[in-house]
């Protein structure tokens, strides 16, 4: 068997930062071009850490969608998944471990495109104009500024005369340098980003000061335009695709499974038989039987599921909410489940990657990660939460933890039969816990 994981940044405040990496997801399971396909995010759940837990095959294919090949690519999602490189051996599985998406040659085709059309749409000339490559950078990793900065060179070489700058929300040269470094009356600004998230939509455009919300305006004497960022998830599904079959040549066969096929394999039939002995089982604030998932208590009215896109909207996005397992999940919709895929994909889309932990419970079989362990292989900021009171630990726990349809196991306490386990604090609780 083979499975196919994209592992992407995230958002606590944003459901587009991720929206991307959802988008591909929903496009290659459709396509049905692995066993199982999966995500996993730094900010939300899955966690890098978790992520491939959740999967059956003993090939697993992990391409970073993300813009640059710096600290989050080679440092973070390596050291969370405990990669060793391109091909990790853990047990009988290989893991596969690509360039992230943001380096692939075609990309630098979508952004001459975009830089093309709208001169065309401007009816600039190219002494006219300048473009700036925006990047994220991170004065962690000068690595990260790599691929904007070849973009940013590849596409100067190939529009002779154009004046092409790269900047960087995080790192030198600065965004506001912009103005200094061009006289150019005209400037297309790129951002070097693969998901519009905040920081594409909020910080890149006040750092260049455009009006709040607006795609161009005058700036600093200069009329700036706002291009979108380079990736839609058609071409960088492809890419995906791309990257993956380069390591495991089986992945890619499309033959159309269903909306609801292709999810990680990890606790399927164990909830299927509890569900149809049971007849009933709740799963956080979940109710679910053979035929049905739904919300507890649903009324009349409501809507019928039909994909994972759909109920994300329901009950994830529309207000975005960074911690699934919040409680107050959105009623008002139910999904006919009927088999045991469905019921666990329907599950899984409202709660991603508890399935794995709750069934590894059941058996007695779930291994908890203490604050210190976790606090112990962090790279970044999370380093210091193994320093903190246990006046500070509690107080978050009840602030948080008493909010969410998980309870703590990596406290040391066992989670209570009808509860879904928590096998280390998650990245919301790590945030605030350095806040
Ligand atoms: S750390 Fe607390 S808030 Fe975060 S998922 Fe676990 S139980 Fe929920």
Excluded at 13 to 42: H, K, M, Y
Excluded at 203 to 216: E, I, K, M, Q
Excluded at 401 to 429: F, H, I, S, Y
Aim: charged share 20%.
């Amino acid at each position: 068997m083979t499975a196919l994981l994209l592992a992407g940044h995230g958002s606590h405040i944003s459901p587009n930062t991720a929206g991307l990496v959802w988008r591909c997801l929903d496009q290659l399971r459709a396509w049905g071009v692995a066993d199982e396909v999966g995500a996993c995010f730094w900010k939300e759940p899955p966690s890098f850490r978790n992520a491939l837990g959740s999967f059956c095959s003993d090939a697993v294919v992990v391409v970073p969608v993300l813009a640059a090949d710096g600290y989050f690519a080679r440092t973070v999602i390596p050291t969370e998944m405990g990669l060793d490189g391109p091909l990790t051996r853990a047990g009988s599985r290989c893991i596969h471990y690509t360039r992230p998406i943001g380096v692939h040659p075609r990309l630098g085709d979508v952004l001459l495109a975009s830089v093309l059309q709208q001169m065309a749409a401007l009816n600039v000339e190219t002494q006219e104009l300048a473009v700036a490559v925006i990047g994220h950078g991170t004065r962690r990793d000068g690595r990260s500024r790599e691929a904007a900065r070849r973009n940013a060179k590849s596409l100067a070489a190939r529009m002779p005369g154009l004046d092409v700058l790269e900047a960087y929300l995080d790192d030198d040269p600065s965004i506001a340098s912009i103005y200094e470094r061009t006289q150019a009356p005209v400037i297309l600004a790129v951002p070097w980003f693969l998901a519009p998230g905040s920081h594409v939509s909020i910080d890149v455009p006040r750092a260049l000061g455009l009006p709040a919300g607006s795609t161009s305006g005058r700036s600093r004497g200069r009329s700036v335009y706002y291009l979108d960022a380079p990736g839609t998830a058609g071409v960088v599904s492809e890419l995906i695709l791309e990257l993956a079959q380069t390591c495991e040549p089986a992945i890619g066969d499309r033959h159309s499974r269903g909306a609801w096929r292709c999810f990680p394999g990890q606790g399927v039939r164990h909830l299927w038989r509890e569900v149809c002995e049971q007849g009933e089982l709740t799963f956080g604030e979940l109710l679910l039987t053979p035929s049905c998932v739904q919300p507890p208590g649903n009324g009349q009215g409501r809507t019928r599921v039909s994909s994972p896109a759909q109920l994300r909207r329901l009950v994830r996005e529309r207000p975005f909410r960074p911690l699934p397992e919040a409680r107050g999940l959105p009623g008002g919709w139910y999904a006919e489940s009927g088999d045991a895929r469905t019921l666990a994909a329907v599950v899984e889309t409202v709660y991603p990657g508890t399935l794995v932990d709750w069934s590894a419970a059941r058996r007695g079989t779930l291994e908890s990660e203490s604050l210190q362990n976790v606090a112990e292989r962090q790279t970044g900021n999370f380093r210091i939460v193994g320093d903190l009171s246990l006046s500070t630990i509690n107080m978050l726990s009840t602030k948080l933890c008493d909010q969410c349809v998980r309870q703590p196991t990596w406290n040391g306490e066992n989670a209570e039969a009808n509860k879904l386990p928590c096998r280390e604090p998650c990245n919301l609780w790590l945030s605030k816990a350095i806040a």
